[in-house]
Each structure stands twice: as structure tokens, then as C-alpha cells.
């Protein structure tokens, strides 16, 4: 089959690279793609965006289904736009990806069937004074979020109750554009995360992928600024048969259940964004297609094809279509741009192997220039993975490759994994 993979990030990457090493994958485009994912398929400069014009090149190339990376596309219609155009989507209605799209439909979602989640309250600019009041009835630290997409950043986590109030004041006032109009707030949950993974048919199939945790603050030891994530591994060592029996039953037959109930068609990736709270799996957010950089350790790990499972989804029937997992770890290492999260030079040429024996690079940031030069174009440029019979063994063979690898102001945490290794649970 003819596929057409939307995005340009690491994700990106290696969704196509495990694409690509399906035998039912005729051809494979990634639109627009990046300065490394020509190694799977063909890039092509098109907008993830640009319904119509992804409409044309779907016509005249013969695409048969289309696998959205990010977001911003499924929230923006993207399955309903091609719905009846006889290219297969893989991902939720417009409607269910309200999951990710607006945070109080996720919560409202959660309390109609019964998921666990921290208790919550939304508010609006009329009742901003409410909402200060709920605020004072919450223990410290205290959780707002813009109720729609914020490009990662409309999460705040506050310690001072005062600091808090006028936070909320100003989110309402449009401190995130449009997004923050609404603001959930949240009862704060202390644990350990990690990202659960589904795919599901919209008629009751679904499959579970191997679990990754990422890793999402710049500096080491979780300090610094939430980033778009700077290493994650897989698999995770208290995500065990237990806690993973909780999530089925808990979490994601309800999650399920519930999309059918409410009439809403899924037919894709559903991210689980877990804390686990003394053992109790608890949902912190939906999101509604793969993590980045979670696909970079859960894409190596999934050892059965991957266009039958997406096929399977699109046409609303997984049957019984394998979702084996690698016995093997992986873990990924982000290289990022100086500076990152904040301000950083790009067109950096990246120097090195890029190729090593013992790791996958999968580029994110980057751009091939007309020479061939590989340069920066990004915060999260590479993305270095590595598979071992654990995770020590996995990320000696990343910092390793990593060591080999060079461009100006590049950057990496040396201590992805290590929570998970020494957790006790
Ligand atoms: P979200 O965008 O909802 O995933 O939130 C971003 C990050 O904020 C999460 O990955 C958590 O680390 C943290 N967070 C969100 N909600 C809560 C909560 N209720 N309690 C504790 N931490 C939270
Ligand atoms: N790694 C978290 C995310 O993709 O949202």
C-alpha cells in the first residue's frame, strides 16, 4: 500500500523507519519530513495542514492511507475532512480529539466514566473569583492548565497560593491566546509517570504497545524548563503485570468504551499520560496520537508490522492482528540545540557518525542542505537509540554513539533512566 506519513519531528522518524521495513508498504512519503527520514521513504514539502493541497498529492500519487504524527492536524479535522474520500486515516474524529484538544472535555470525559484522574474545576474570565476560591481550597502545589493546545507550555505548577491566583487571572485573560480562555484546575498528584500507549479500531479492538517514560525537563535530575522531551525509555519497571492490569481495566477499557458510548470515532493512537500514585495508575492527560520521544523506544519495541496494526485501525477492525513486543529494552537520548527550550542558533552542520554500529539515529531538528550537509533546524535535533538487556547496557550504547557525534552547542542529559533503574517500588 501507498502511504503518506505527516510530520518532521524524531516521532516522525521512526514511525516511517518501522514503516518502511514493511513488506505491505509499497511506498512511503513523509510530508514535509526532515534531513534524515528520506532514508525510509520520499520527503515531500507539504504543509500537515494543508488539507487540500494533501487532497491533490493523495489523488494524483494513489496514497491509500494516511498516518498522522502530530496533533494539530487530528484536532484540526483531519479525519473527517477525508472520510468519505476513500484514502484510509489513521486517528480520531475531530470530536475525540477533543481528548487532547481541550482538557475539559478530557476531565468531563473521565468523570462521565468513571477514570481515575486528579479531582478538577474549570473556569472562565466570569468566574475568575471562583475559581480563586476553589484555588484556596486546594493543597499546595497548585495545577492550571489552558484548556486547549498550547504547544506544551499551557501547564503551570505553582507552590504559592497568592502566586497561583494571579497566574489564573492572567491564563484567563489570554496569556495563551484563545487556549486559555478556560482553565482547568487540578488537585496535584504526586508520583512517578509514564506514558501508556493504545491503538484501537473504534469498535472495541485495541492493542497495548510496549510503555515508555519520558523525560521532559532540559536538565538533569528533572530540573530547568519542561521541554518537548529529552530522552524515555522502555520498558518500565513498575508498569508491571499489576499496575498494567489496573490500566486495562481502569483506564483503557473505559477509555474505550466511553468513545463508543459518546458516539465517537477513534481509530488511531491513544497516549495515556499516567502517574502512578502508591501503585493506583491515575490519567494526568490524553493525548491523541504517538509521543515524541516515546515512539523513539516504542516504535524499536514493537515487534510485529506495523502498517497491518495501522490498516487494521483505519478500516475499524484490528481482528486479531498481533502487537507483539521485543523482550529487549531501548532507550533514546535527545541531542538538543544550545539554548534550547529557549532561544537557539540553527544551521549548525552535525559532524560524526551518524550511522553507528551500536544505536538508531533518528533525526529530528535537522535539514540536508543542497551538498548533502546535515544541519540543525530544530531544539530536539537527534534522537539516539539504542536497544540492551537493560537499560544501563542500552544507554552505555547510546552515550557512546552520542560521544561521536558533534555539532556547535550540542547538548544531551546523561542521566535518562536512571529513576526508573533505581526505582523501589
Ligand atoms: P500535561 O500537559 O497535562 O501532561 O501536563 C504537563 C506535566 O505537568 C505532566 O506531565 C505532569 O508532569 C505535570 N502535571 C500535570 N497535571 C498534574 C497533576 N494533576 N499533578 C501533578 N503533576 C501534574
Ligand atoms: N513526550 C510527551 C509528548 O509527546 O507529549
Known amino acids: 500500500m501507498n502511504i503518506l506519513l505527516l510530520g518532521s519531528g524524531g516521532r516522525e522518524s521512526a514511525l516511517a523507519r518501522k514503516i518502511s521495513e514493511s513488506k505491505r508498504c509499497s511506498h512511503l512519503w513523509i510530508a514535509p ?99 480563586k476560591e476553589f484555588l484556596a481550597t486546594l493543597k499546595a502545589p497548585y495545577v492550571l492548565k489552558a484548556d486547549g493546545l498550547a504547544a506544551g ?150 515487534a510485529s508490522d506495523l502498517v497491518d496494526l495501522l490498516e487494521g485501525c483505519a478500516k475499524g477492525d484490528l481482528g486479531d492482528i498481533p502487537a507483539e513486543h521485543d523482550p529487549r529494552a531501548a532507550v533514546t537520548v535527545i541531542a538538543v540545540s544550545g539554548g534550547y527550550p529557549g532561544s537557539y542558533p540553527k544551521g549548525k552542520e552535525i559532524t560524526g557518525c551518524l550511522t553507528p554500529a551500536d544505536s538508531l539515529v533518528f533525526h529530528a531538528g535537522t535539514k540536508k542542505d543542497a551538498e548533502g550537509r546535515i544541519l540543525t533546524s530544530g531544539g530536539r535535533v537527534l534522537a539516539v537509540t539504542s536497544y540492551g538487556d537493560n537499560l544501563q547496557d542500552a544507554l552505555a550504547k547510546s552515550y557512546k554513539s552520542l560521544a561521536d557525534i558533534h555539532f556547535d552547542g550540542m547538548a544531551y542529559r546523561r542521566d535518562i533512566g536512571l529513576d526508573v533503574i533505581n526505582y523501589k517500588g
Open 153 to 302: 507550555k499551557g501547564v503551570l505548577i505553582i507552590p504559592d497560593l497568592a502566586e497561583a491566583q494571579d497566574a489564573l487571572a492572567e491564563m484567563l485573560a489570554g496569556q495563551f491566546g484563545e487556549s486559555s480562555r478556560k482553565v482547568v484546575i487540578e488537585e496535584f498528584l504526586s508520583g512517578i509517570e509514564c506514558s501508556v500507549f493504545v491503538l484501537t479500531d473504534s469498535n472495541g479492538g485495541y492493542r497495548i504497545l510496549p510503555v515508555a517514560k519520558d523525560y521532559k525537563r532540559v536538565g538533569e535530575g528533572d530540573t530547568g524548563p519542561n521541554t518537548g522531551g529529552m530522552g524515555a525509555v522502555s520498558p518500565v519497571k513498575f508498569a508491571d503485570a499489576e499496575f498494567m492490569d489496573k490500566v486495562e481495566k481502569r483506564i483503557i477499557i473505559p477509555t474505550i468504551e466511553g468513545l463508543r458510548k459518546e458516539g465517537l470515532t477513534y481509530r488511531g493512537f491513544i497516549f495515556l499520560g499516567l502517574i502512578n500514585v502508591d501503585g493506583e495508575p491515575k490519567v494526568i492527560e490524553y493525548n491523541v496520537r504517538m509521543g515524541d520521544p516515546e515512539t523513539e523506544v516504542v516504535m524499536p519495541r514493537l
Open 33 to 131: 519530513g526532515n534531513g534524515g527520514t528520506d532514508a525510509y521513504g520520499t520527503n515531500v514539502a507539504l504543509s500537515p495542514l494543508d488539507f487540500d493541497a494533501i487532497k491533490n498529492f493523495v489523488a494524483e500519487n494513489a496514497v491509500d492511507m494516511i498516518v498522522v504524527g502530530n496533533e494539530d492536524p487530528l484536532v484540526a479535522g483531519i479525519y473527517d475532512y477525508f472520510e468519505n474520500d476513500g484514502v484510509l486515516v489513521v486517528g480520531p474524529s475531530k470530536a475525540a480529539a477533543a481528548l487532547e484538544g481541550s482538557k475539559d472535555f478530557a476531565k468531563g470525559f473521565m468523570s462521565r466514566h468513571g477514570i481515575p484522574t486528579a479531582a478538577y474545576a474549570t473556569f472562565t474570565a466570569e468566574t475568575l473569583e471562583q475559581g
